[in-house]
């Protein structure tokens, strides 16, 4: 087969600005990645955003064009051998999108939906069926707008406190007012920022959220490691009486030791969760030696579609609870992240709802109904570009 590899510059405009501590972006830049071979094509999306653990645009850049200079003609198996044996890269963003444009071609020709080509070829022994339907988590924005400037016990300097499947807006109105549409469009996992307002006024909002929660409702809360560890510790414990209302709270704080984050999970019933932490970690990661209980993982940090699967099934077999998650990205990576959730078996609400953020895309989001993402059986990812997303460039 001859195969052919091609990268294809996009910029996306976002919805509202987007601010973060390394300033404002209006769109959301990157590439798609496409590899077509025997008439069909697959696609990957490369979406570079450094200050959340990925490379920079221009490193991107260069791996692309070099990775297609120098091992586009190669076979589809080659490549993904030597993208298997660049892990961990010190370009994941575009090693991912590579990585998922060579698999969503050969799940295409294999005639398999891509979520049941990564199981065939990934786990050797002992693999479980991947489902077609993956529940997905609202995000209301800040659980308490406040006009007071934010006070967190450590400053982050991670943008991942702004990668969220935020709904645009509803950080500057506050959780309260998003509560009733998110519930009404059938969402039961609903993500609110905390850490941005006083700590003592952000209790008194988690507590009225809770309180006006039907059955089965729950918050995942998110702090981008701003607060301190004795404040980490009093919050959980002010939080104990409504443990049965909060799924989660990821990153609890910064500066903790892995000791001192096992006691601090030891004493909260509540799923604790490592998410953009995780790559000053190193690699491989050995799940086991993890002290919170439940991981967050982005394929464009890790690294892969086929790394974070392995990642997430050891880190499921070491008894640990995995979420997939996007960084904003385009309908391409969103679709592949979609079918890498239903890989993994995760019976938890992923963050995949960000396709929101985006004024323009590349193709059609997947289309969540009620809180879930009905994959569908057809081969491949799933995503079918817009005939404008594959000329090049792309600009809306």
Not at 18 to 45: F, I, P
Not at 208 to 222: I, M, S, W
Request: some cysteine; aromatic content about 4%; glycine content about 8%.
């Amino acid at each position: 087969m001859l195969l052919q590899l091609k990268r294809i510059p996009y910029r996306l405009p976002l919805r509202r600005p987007w601010r973060t501590a390394h300033g404002v972006r209006r769109e959301r830049a990157g590439w798609l990645v496409q590899a077509s071979g025997d008439g069909c094509c697959g696609y990957g999306d490369c979406a570079p955003l450094p200050e959340a653990g990925t490379e920079t645009p221009l490193a991107a850049a260069e791996r692309l064009s070099t990775w297609i200079r120098e091992h586009g003609q190669c076979t589809l198996q080659t490549q993904l051998a030597l993208l298997e044996h660049a892990v961990p890269s010190a370009t994941p963003a575009a090693d991912a999108a590579l990585e998922t444009a060579l698999l969503d071609l050969s799940a295409r020709l294999g005639r398999l939906p891509l979520r049941e080509s990564l199981l065939g070829d990934g786990s050797r022994a002992g693999s479980s069926k991947a489902t077609s339907e993956i529940e997905i988590n609202a995000a209301l924005g800040a659980v308490a707008a406040s006009s007071q400037p934010a006070v967190p016990d450590q400053v982050s300097d991670d943008a991942s406190d702004q990668v969220s499947a935020e709904i645009p807006g509803a950080a500057q109105q506050g959780a309260e007012q998003a509560l009733h549409p998110a519930l009404a469009a059938g969402f039961r996992v609903l993500k609110v920022k905390v850490g941005v307002a006083p700590v003592e006024q952000e209790l008194a909002a988690i507590r009225h959220l809770c309180a006006r929660l039907p059955p089965g409702a729950r918050l995942r809360l998110d702090a981008n490691r701003a607060w301190s560890l004795p404040t980490a510790r009093k919050l959980l414990d002010d939080l104990l009486p409504l443990a049965n209302w909060i799924e989660s709270l990821e990153e609890p704080c910064a500066a903790a030791t892995d000791a001192e984050l096992r006691v601090l999970q030891a004493r909260t019933p509540i799923a604790l969760a490592v998410d953009e932490s995780l790559p000053a970690r190193g690699w491989p990661l050995d799940p086991e030696q993890l002290p919170l209980r439940r991981l967050v993982l982005k394929p464009g940090i890790v690294g892969g579609l086929r790394p974070t699967l392995a990642l997430a099934r050891r880190a499921r077999s070491a008894g640990l609870e995995v979420v997939i998650t996007s960084l904003i990205e385009s309908a391409a990576g969103l679709w592949s992240s979609a079918q890498l959730a239903a890989a993994t078996g995760s019976p938890l609400a992923h963050g995949l709802a960000t396709g929101i953020w985006l004024a323009a895309d590349l193709g059609a989001a997947p289309a969540i109904a009620r809180g879930y993402i009905q994959l569908p059986k057809r081969p491949g990812s799933g995503f079918s570009p817009a005939q404008r997303a594959v000329d090049e460039p792309v600009s809306f």
